[in-house]
């Protein structure tokens, strides 16, 4: 494969990878908001009460005991609470970079000069520019220290 080819394959692998994120997090979102919903009082009462009972049943002697049993379960809350911090420092880095990104063609579009067509042609100094539109611009200031002087 050639060179060039090579690099736009890695380009349009990059923009599927760009897109497949932001699908992602939106899928996230939407899982997080529904997860959190979903936990109304009454399901977290029964939820624990489940939990209980199959704790309960499960003790044998020695091996899990209610100890173990609420070191698991924190453990576990501990590993979900570290994955969401994880994935929300994945997002502010995307974040950044998309900023960083964003103020770098701001930076380059202010330092390329206007097109041509966009370019005001040039004008003899006897030739003054043409003024915008006073009602939008509104009075100069000589102009309104006259209008208020006439009153």
């Given at each position: 494969?050639?060179?060039?080819?090579?690099?736009?394959?890695?380009?349009?692998?990059?923009?599927?990878?760009?897109?497949?994120?932001?699908?992602?997090?939106?899928?996230?979102?939407?899982?997080?908001?529904?997860?959190?919903?979903?936990?109304?009082?009454?399901?977290?009462?029964?939820?624990?009460?489940?939990?209980?009972?199959?704790?309960?049943?499960?003790?044998v002697p020695g091996k899990v005991?209610?100890?173990?049993?609420?070191?698991?379960?924190?453990?576990?809350?501990?590993?979900?609470?570290?994955?969401?911090?994880?994935?929300?420092?994945?997002?502010?880095?995307?974040?950044?970079?998309?900023?960083?990104?964003?103020?770098?063609?701001?930076?380059?579009?202010?330092?390329?000069?206007?097109?041509?067509?966009?370019?005001?042609?040039?004008?003899?100094?006897?030739?003054?520019?043409?003024?915008?539109?006073?009602?939008?611009?509104?009075?100069?200031?000589?102009?309104?220290?006259?209008?208020?002087?006439?009153?």
């Open positions: 494969m050639k060179f060039g080819a090579l690099q736009r394959r890695v380009k349009r692998c990059e923009q599927v990878m760009a897109v497949r994120i932001g699908e992602t997090q939106g899928n996230w979102g939407v899982l997080s908001q529904v997860w959190r919903q979903g936990w109304s009082p009454l399901r977290i009462v029964v939820v624990g009460l489940a939990g209980g009972f199959i704790a309960g049943k499960l003790e005991n209610g100890a173990r049993w609420l070191q698991m379960v924190g453990s576990v809350s501990s590993l979900f609470a570290s994955a969401q911090a994880a994935f929300a420092t994945v997002v502010a880095a995307q974040a950044a970079e998309t900023a960083d990104d964003a103020a770098e063609q701001a930076d380059e579009a202010a330092e390329q000069p206007p097109p041509a067509a966009a370019r005001p042609a040039a004008r003899s100094a006897a030739q003054p520019a043409p003024e915008p539109d006073s009602e939008l611009r509104g009075p100069r200031p000589a102009e309104a220290a006259t209008e208020l002087s006439e009153r």
